[in-house]
């Protein structure tokens, strides 16, 4: 949307009409295909193309000279020209609209209830205004204040375009002010501790104390960077003004209870994501604790098998010894019954005993090769 100050591209960008955090999605859903429309401000023309695409008449009311080409293939008519200096009866005339849009245009007026009021005769018998408006109460620029800072910017909620500032409260009574009643609140969010557009954290959240954190975080308007609503134009009669007021105060509590909800949603997600990730874990503990169990079990087996392996091993040895045992028995038995039987045939220092072992000394002698004896070697072996 233009800004009415610089050039309208500063706010281009794409459009995702899937995207229902962008405040032309939202308010393009309030507005049915086939409608009349008066837009404000409609700078690229973005939104222009799909309402003219849904068969939408679209009248455009722009201050921007060079938007104008690109708005002319969309519209029936395209008005270049502040829209405060105009005068709507010349430009309008008897026409009417099924709806006018004002998207992210209010806030660039000097004197917005003005226009509302007179806008208010140029809409059909069941005509409304969609209108998107920028939220001052956004936790940025709350922490931003709390600083001591308040700093306009090319771009976002303090654009510096921005002649009017506007929170969910003023919003309503301005539109009850000039004679309509909003029958529908719908926000843009963003993360409240970040600047807006930009994405830079405003403040750090550890230097917040948990009372002042706790409290943006669960007010909806603090995570509100826009508001996009939807409102019809009313008798000005005191009963119908407190039944408006009753409406808009019943839509501000709806918008909190939806938040709230919205949040516990966020913190069930959050609550069942962690589980998610903690089973994960455990089923990941409990799948190397079965890979150790396994790995256990198979050097079990093998340590069983080794067992086994040495209790054959140990028996045959047990086996062999045995049997040794009983060779040395039976040798130790022998043995006895030759020393016995020596005793008895020749006893220990008997004239037979020493018979017997000179005899046996003479055989050992003979039995073995005499000595050579020595002799000096010829001159000639000599080496």
């Known amino acids: 949307m233009n800004d009415n100050g610089g050039s ?13 955090n962008d405040p032309r999605t939202l308010a393009l859903r309030l507005i049915a295909p086939g409608k009349t429309v008066l837009e404000l401000g409609p700078a690229t023309g973005r939104v222009t193309r799909v309402l003219s695409e849904r068969g939408c008449q679209v009248v455009a009311v722009e201050r921007d000279s060079a938007m104008a080409p690109n708005l002319e293939p969309y519209c029936s008519r395209v008005i270049v020209g502040d829209v405060e200096r105009l005068s709507l009866e010349e430009v309008f005339g008897e026409q009417r609209f ?127 960077v826009q508001f996009v609503v939807k409102a019809f134009p009313v008798n000005s009669s005191a009963a119908q003004l407190h039944v408006l007021l009753t409406l808009q105060a019943q839509i501000q509590e709806k918008g909190k209870t939806a938040f709230h909800l919205e949040k516990t949603i966020e913190d069930l997600r959050s609550a069942l994501q962690e589980r998610d990730g903690t089973v994960s874990g455990l089923k990941e503990q409990i799948q190397i604790l079965r890979n150790h169990v396994e790995d256990s079990r198979q050097q079990a087996d093998r340590a069983r098998r080794t067992v086994t392996e040495l209790q054959t091993t140990l028996r045959e040895r047990e086996s062999v010894i045995r049997e040794l045992q009983t060779s040395n028995e039976k040798l130790t038995a022998w043995l006895t019954k030759y020393k016995n039987a020596k005793e008895k045939l020749l006893p220990t220092g008997s004239l037979r005993d020493r018979v017997a072992r000179k005899l046996a000394g003479s055989l050992l002698t003979k039995s073995a090769p005499a000595p050579k004896p020595y002799s000096e070697p010829e001159p000639n072996d000599r080496r």
């Open 98 to 224: 099924d709806v006018i849009l004002a998207g992210d245009f209010l806030e660039h007026l000097a004197h917005p209830l003005k226009l509302l009021q007179d806008l208010k005769r140029y809409l059909s018998e069941d005509g409304y205004i969609v209108a998107s408006i920028p939220n001052i109460a956004h936790g940025s620029v709350r922490l931003s204040l709390l600083n001591g800072k308040f700093e306009y910017k090319d771009i976002g909620i303090l654009d510096r375009t921005h002649l009017r500032f506007f929170t969910l409260d003023s919003v309503l009574r301005l539109f009850t002010d000039a004679g309509f009643a909003i029958v529908d609140v719908q926000r843009v969010h963003q993360d409240p501790f970040k600047e807006p557009y930009v994405d830079r954290p405003q403040l750090d959240k550890p230097e917040l104390s948990p009372e002042l954190k706790r409290l943006i975080e669960d007010d909806p308007d603090a995570a509100t």
């Open 8 to 20: 309208a591209d500063i706010y281009d960008s794409p459009l995702d009409l899937a995207n229902a």
